[in-house]
Nanobody
């Protein structure tokens, strides 16, 4: 199995920045997709950003130009750099890993609150 632990969430004012981290352990070979999702109260979970094993990325339209997904293979860690945060970014953020194009793993989630 793959274990994922998120960190870096917190309270930030509009226009501020946060960097979320997701540390992976366990059987981490054959990772095909790494992604960040978020879920706001009363709303469905949505894909925020995705990165493939080759480094290709894609983003939700709502975060393009503000968020950046990346990975550090030496640390077995993925990141979500969030800049120019808006109140509508408030949500619980989850990291997600797909191994061998079929096995799905999730972190426990970290709260991001954007408020004055």
């Amino acid at each position: 199995q793959v274990q994922l632990v998120e960190s870096g969430g917190g309270l930030v004012q509009p226009g501020g920045s946060l960097r979320l981290s997701c540390a992976a352990s366990g059987y981490i070979f054959g990772i095909s997709t790494r992604a960040w999702y978020r879920q706001a109260p009363g709303k469905q979970r949505e894909l925020v950003a995705r990165i493939t094993s080759s480094g290709s990325t894609n983003y939700a339209d709502s975060v393009k130009g503000r968020f950046t997904i990346s990975r550090d293979n030496a640390k077995n860690t993925m990141y979500l750099q969030m800049n120019n945060l808006k109140p509508e970014d408030t949500a619980v953020y989850y990291c997600n890993v797909v191994r061998d194009s079929s096995w799905d793993y999730w972190g426990q989630g970290t709260q991001v609150t954007v408020s004055s």
